[in-house]
């Protein structure tokens, strides 16, 4: 049975890589409608537990609950068709198509017309297409790309190539988005107009978001809650002012010097 507060609940995850264990006992809740953050330093853990929620990995150990429904060890077609979607820390664009043909690429989980019906273009696969691509072009708009739906995703500047990936995420209709690292690689202009529209897609569309990032301005000014990963585990979790005091986060961030220096 759904949980009507939580969408999201993971119990002990475990995930290893030989005698390395990259995740180690992840317990971590999120609320329905929140923007919620995951930070720590490089090699902290934070990607692959994102992998684990999204069926790249396996844990070995521990439970990953979505809307009521175990996850863990599902294939991630099966995980995005319960509406959960991801971008990537590093974007992964398909740059010899369009603009449209990249979102689409998300739409296409959403449509219900067999293999058969598509080879013989029969009409209820051309009117599902151009929904599809009616759908498409709104999304395009919607994160503010403009009209570049026929242009290489490839030619587009980086800030760009991220609206893209956000769209053809939204295009497979989610619930749950995951967005690893989104504003790296911005500039500041670009990394607020981003910020802006992380809250649009929870406050318009009610999509919650679970971010890894590093700029800890966008984190401290969008999160609504924080959980803070290093070597595997979790080490703290709380509101934004919480964590920004927390010597624990200090001292993973910046070595156990400055986190006696800011709590003398």
Do not use: C, W
Request: net charge negative.
């Amino acid at each position: 049975m759904a949980d009507s507060v939580n969408i999201l609940h993971t119990e002990g995850v475990v995930k290893r890589f030989g005698g390395l264990t990259a995740v180690n006992r992840m317990d971590f809740t999120m609320e329905r409608g929140r923007i919620f953050s995951i930070i720590g330093p490089n090699g902290a853990g934070k990607t692959t537990f994102f992998n684990t929620l999204t069926g790249l990995y396996k844990p070995e150990e521990g439970r990953i609950v979505f809307e009521g429904t175990q996850i863990n060890g599902l294939a991630p077609e099966k995980i995005t068709a319960l509406h959960i979607a991801r971008t990537f820390q590093n974007i992964r664009l398909f740059g010899g198509m369009t603009v449209i043909e990249n979102i689409l690429v998300g739409a296409y989980t959403r449509m219900k017309q067999t293999a058969l019906q598509t080879v013989l273009r029969l009409n209820a696969f051309k009117v599902e297409e151009e929904a599809a691509e009616k759908r498409a072009t709104e999304l395009m708009h919607y994160v503010g790309l403009g009209d570049i739906g026929n242009e290489l995703a490839a030619s587009l500047p980086y800030g760009a190539q991220r609206r893209v990936e956000i769209a053809r995420a939204l295009a497979s209709e989610p619930k749950l988005l995951l967005l690893d690292e989104p504003t790296a690689g911005m500039n500041p202009a670009e990394t607020e107009d981003a910020t802006l529209l992380f809250r649009r897609l929870r406050d318009e569309l009610g999509v919650s978001i679970l971010l890894i990032e590093h700029d800890m301005k966008v984190v401290m000014n969008i999160s609504e809650r924080i959980t803070v990963m290093d070597y595997g585990e979790k080490i703290a979790e709380g509101l934004p002012k919480e964590i920004a005091a927390n010597p624990r986060v200090i001292e993973a961030y910046l070595g156990r010097g400055a986190a006696s220096a800011m709590t003398a």
